[in-house]
Nanobody, 121 residues
Framework: QVQLVESGGGLVQAGGSLRLSCAAS????????MGWYRQAPGKQRDLVAT???????NYAGAVKGRFTISRDNAKNTVHLQMTSLKPEDTAVYYC???????????????WGQGTQVTVSS
């Protein structure tokens, strides 16, 4: 199993910045993709950004140019630097991983508990 623990959420004014971090632990051989999704009240969970083990990022159109995802494979961590934040970025942000676990010896999706990001206007 993979445990994901997020940190760094909070309240910020529009135009401000926040940095989210996520650390993976548990029993796994390797992690292919790590990333972030978000879910606003009453809406579905949507992709924010992902990054492969090789460092290739993928961004949702709404955040491209404002958010930057990075990863440290040695530490099994992923970070999301968010700048020029807008009220519509308000949501619970969930860390995500796609890893090959030792228990099942198969590739498995895992999610963190989520961290709240609130952007005031």
């Amino acid at each position: 199993q993979v445990q994901l623990v997020e940190s760094g959420g909070g309240l910020v004014q529009a135009g401000g910045s926040l940095r989210l971090s996520c650390a993976a632990s548990g029993s796994f051989f390797s992690i292919n993709t790590m990333g972030w999704y978000r879910q606003a009240p009453g809406k579905q969970r949507d992709l924010v950004a992902t990054i492969t083990s090789g460092g290739s990022p993928n961004y949702a159109g709404a955040v491209k140019g404002r958010f930057t995802i990075s990863r440290d494979n040695a530490k099994n961590t992923v970070h999301l630097q968010m700048t020029s934040l807008k009220p519509e970025d308000t949501a619970v942000y969930y860390c995500y991983s796609f890893a090959r676990t030792t228990v099942l010896n198969s590739w498995t999706n895992s999610w963190g508990q989520g961290t709240q990001v609130t952007v005031s206007s």
